[in-house]
């Protein structure tokens, strides 16, 4: 009996210890005061989930990271979902079959490809949300995006000074303004807005600005930003809900538009070309001489896409934050090479919420360009010194028809 029992103690003993072994093959140990990550090194496959193709920046933040990664010394395999969570989810898997041992996941829904990356994370992969915050799982090792506030406090910004809010423009006759957020799925999209919402509430409040189409008022609320978004940031999507608020604006002037993306805003200039062929960029809204109904409004955008380019070097739209993703790439990187490394990477920035563990984040930080830039502005041409896209395009994009 006491034999027995001398067993099966030591048994237990063995299968604890071979568990404590187990662990610390996998686990983060200790080194010379610094955490080491042993399951990644230099040479093993980085697998890449972008959105989709059919976005221009996603095209370049993909060849941006196997430029990057493959530079460093990684193999790397890049998928594209087509903007379908199911085949985000699908390519993730796919990924890790293929023996990647860090997944990199700028997500079409934030929420969906929770039980993806939880499948990764169990099977031994390192988890990095790019650009956007994968939420709702601890799966998530690190997240690399852009300062999300900025976005919009640079898009508002743009609107106080042109309208001139500041020195009372809009108390005489109230200036109608459409806004619009980023994708309902996209966890982006709220930040980006509370950015500029905290600007422009003031002015709601004041009675300087009026939402014509009677959703936002004064007492609207950031948690309030889906009833203006934009599913999918469709243009086609966002051109519909432009063409109710036009309806309902009929003959007032307009005097600016929130815009949070450069494709939102084509859907936008589309429906006010249609409903309104009287007003035109050749006409800018003018804060000396607000009841101009032929004035084209102030639009805002983000991402610096090609259509932007033209469309601001033409005047139909007035700015677009600009994001040198290529800044993203490089710090994904150096994630990774850190990790394979035996190193724990650290940011000295907060790290993010997302609603179940607080995600280690570094944040870089995005530009305003504008055709004749002052102070901390960027030219235009900014988007080719940057290496987005090359001089020859850029020259096509100031040579094109506008709004097209």
Known sequence: MKLSKFIKKAGM???????????????????????????LKEGDLIGISMPTKADQRWNVDGGNLVKELEAAGFKTQLAYANNSPSQQSTDINNLVSSGA?????????????????????????????????????EAVDYYVTFDLERTGILEAETIIEKLDLENGGGKDTPYNIALFAGSDDDNNAPYFFKGAWDLLQPYFESGQLVDPSGIATKDFKVEDWKKISVHAWDQTQAQKQMDAIMTKLGDQPLAAVL??????????????????????????FDATNPTNKSAWPVITGQDGMDIAITNIYYGAQAQTVYKNVSLLAEQTTNIIKEISEGKTPTSDKEPLNNGKKDVPTWLMQSDELVKEPTGDQKGLDYVVETGFITEEQYQKNIKAPIIE
């Open 259 to 284: 815009s949070p993306y450069d494709a939102i805003s084509l859907g936008v200039m589309k429906s006010i070309k249609n409903a309104r062929p009287d007003m035109s960029p050749s006409i800018p």
């Open 101 to 137: 041992k860090a997944i990199v996941v700028a997500s079409v829904d934030g929420t969906a490809v929770g039980p993806a990356v939880q499948q990764a994370k169990d099977g031994g992969a390192t988890v990095i949300a790019y650009d956007r915050l994968i939420m709702n799982t």
């Open 13 to 39: 003993m063995i299968t604890s210890l071979a568990l404590v072994s187990s662990l610390a093959a996998c686990s983060p140990t200790t080194r010379g005061g610094e955490n080491v990550t042993s399951s």
